[in-house]
């Protein structure tokens, strides 16, 4: 069985920054994929970026070029650093790995972002 658990989370203000970690329970280096989701209220749950097996990075278009995913080995740790940003970002952001058929998922964490 294998546990993430999500924190970093808050309350900010646009244009600002926030960093999310996810705590693995298990040794991500051999991890199929590790990535970070969000789910709004009332909508689906969407990727916002995740690391496939080998160290390559993939983004949502709305998050290219704010957001950057990478991962410790060391720590067994995966972070995700957003920065610029927007309202429409505000959600709860739940870390998911898989390491090889099955996946697991965090509780998730809330994002909001407002004035």
């Known amino acids: 069985q294998v546990q993430l658990v999500e924190s970093g989370g808050g309350l900010v203000q646009p244009g600002g920054s926030l960093r999310l970690s996810c705590a693995v329970s298990?040794?991500?280096?051999?991890?199929?994929?590790m990535g970070w989701y969000r789910q709004a209220p009332g909508k689906q749950r969407e990727l916002v970026a995740r690391?496939?097996?080998?160290?390559?990075?993939d983004y949502a278009d709305s998050v290219k070029g704010r957001f950057t995913i990478s991962r410790d080995t060391a720590k067994n740790t995966v972070y995700l650093q957003m920065n610029s940003l927007k309202p429409e970002d505000t959600s709860v952001y739940y870390c998911y790995a898989r390491p090889s058929m099955t996946g697991y998922w965090g509780q998730g964490t809330q994002v909001t972002v407002s004035s």
């Open positions: 690391i496939i097996s080998g160290g390559v990075t």
């Open positions: 298990v040794n991500i280096f051999s991890m199929t994929v």
